[in-house]
């Protein structure tokens, strides 16, 4: 069974940092992606990385937000830096599998006030 669980959301002001956490269990990833969904709109997908290293960024948090892994872990993380309160939203992973199937995570709440 596969399971795909996020976690190290939370609350804080602007400017703070947090770093969260995606960790697949039952299958090896080929590629780990970050959407992130504000209420009342869609999920937007913004970073992502694969398991032989290449990275992708969305202009839209580039410069503040990082993506890595540890693949031996099966995790990936985004640390994310210079917090703005529009970044506020439920953040979800989204892995690949080697099979090619796609798994969600149960998401993570990140609220950022001024």
């Known amino acids: 069974q596969v399971q795909v669980v996020e976690s190290g959301g939370g609350s804080v002001q602007a400017g703070g940092s947090l770093r969260l956490s995606c960790a697949a269990s039952?299958?090896?990833?080929?590629?780990m992606s970050w959407f992130r969904q504000a209420p009342g709109k869609e999920r937007v997908f913004f970073s992502s990385?694969?398991?032989?290293?290449?990275?992708f960024v969305a202009d839209s948090v580039k410069g503040r937000f990082t993506i890595s892994q540890d693949t031996a872990k099966n995790t990936a993380y985004l640390q994310m830096n210079s917090l703005k309160p529009e970044d506020t939203a439920m953040y979800y992973c989204?892995?690949?599998?080697?099979?090619?199937?796609?798994?969600w995570g149960q998401g993570t709440q990140v609220t950022v006030s001024s």
């Open positions: 989204k892995i690949t599998c080697q099979s090619l199937q796609a798994y």
């Open positions: 039952g299958c090896t990833y080929n590629r």
């Open positions: 990385i694969v398991r032989e290293g290449s990275t």
